[in-house]
């Protein structure tokens, strides 16, 4: 048997096995001819956040590239002489021309991605993992709660959502920053904020001496004033695992089902098909069963801490 077919009965296994309702069957992963192989993208704007957050555009660089992917879903990006990582794609699923992705300086790889330029090359695999449930969401309302760079993976979710609004009912973003320097996507925030059929509230943890007049304090607090009904709403939830915890029980408080709840879990990962067992949580595999799981199916193991 030849490398290709070799790497296709191993996916057909695991995507047969894969116990996860959230999505992993609907993973791009299948359908590429040989996942563990990275294509070359082009660098064609790199900007700063905030110091040591950096957002990037890429573009393929050949036709080998595609920009196809879900909202939920994550590619590995490799760096040339330093490695390869997970990180979430936050651009707009309909562009078809470019992905989009926001790094957090905590690595060498990590450096490396955000010290990059325009023109410079990057070699992705995937799209892989889960995804965000939008369709489940058609016809209720929806509560998004971020924390931190639990923005960007959710960020195609707000673009598919804005775009097909009548699709939804009550739609709220909250979300938490440590200070108001640490806002990213503070433009978008800006114009979300004028939307009238966006509900958008944000915190920080510490205001400093920073030029600020919102909310101050954890983002928990937002869910008081989001207009929802409880028993017609999809949550969706990413950012720190406490943060995330804490989200899921406010939510459950306000009488939520633990089907409705949706979490993005974040761990190392090194294949993304499930071969290397490096994301193992409990029964699933992160990279092929998530990242996006219904809190009910991981509600058990969620509770166990540093798991």
């Known amino acids: 048997m030849d490398k290709k077919g070799f790497i296709a009965n191993i ?25 563990m192989v990275p294509v070359p993208f082009t660098v064609i704007e790199a900007w700063e956040e905030y110091p040591g957050c950096n957002t990037f555009i890429v573009k393929p660089k050949d036709a080998q590239g595609s920009c196809d992917f879900k909202p939920g879903q994550f590619h590995m990006i490799y760096k040339f002489g330093c490695g390869e990582i997970p990180i979430s794609n936050c651009s707009d699923s309909g ?5 989009i992705f926001t790094v957090m300086n905590v690595g060498e790889v990590s450096a490396s ?15 892989f993992g889960s995804v965000w449930p939008i369709e ?4 209720k309302d929806v509560v998004i709660v971020s924390g931190g760079l639990g923005l960007p993976p959710v960020r195609p979710v707000i673009y598919h959502i804005l775009k097909n609004r009548a699709d939804f009912g009550n739609v709220s973003l909250l979300h938490g920053a440590r200070t108001p320097d640490h806002l990213v996507y503070t433009d978008e925030l800006k114009q979300w904020a004028k939307r009238e059929d966006l509900h958008l509230a944000l915190t920080v943890d510490d205001a400093g001496e920073a030029d600020w007049n919102g909310n101050v304090g954890l983002v928990t607090a937002l869910i008081d004033d989001a207009p929802f009904d409880p028993a017609n709403t999809v949550a969706i939830t990413c950012g720190p695992e406490i943060m995330m915890k804490f989200v899921v029980a406010e939510l459950q408080e306000k009488g939520m089902s633990s089907d409705d709840i949706y979490v993005s879990m974040e761990r190392n990962m090194k294949c993304a098909v499930g071969l290397c067992g490096r994301c193992q949580y409990g029964k699933h595999f992160v990279c092929k069963d998530g990242p996006v799981f219904p809190f009910a199916d991981i509600k058990d193991i969620f509770a166990i801490e540093e798991v």
């Open 11 to 35: 996916l057909e296994f695991f995507s047969n096995d894969s116990s996860c309702r959230c999505g992993s069957s609907d993973s791009s992963v299948s359908s590429l001819h040989d996942p």
């Open 136 to 139: 489940q969401a058609k016809g």
């Open 113 to 127: 991605l955000c010290a990059l330029k325009k023109g410079d090359q990057i070699d992705l695999r995937g799209p």
């Open 95 to 99: 562009d078809t021309e470019n992905l």
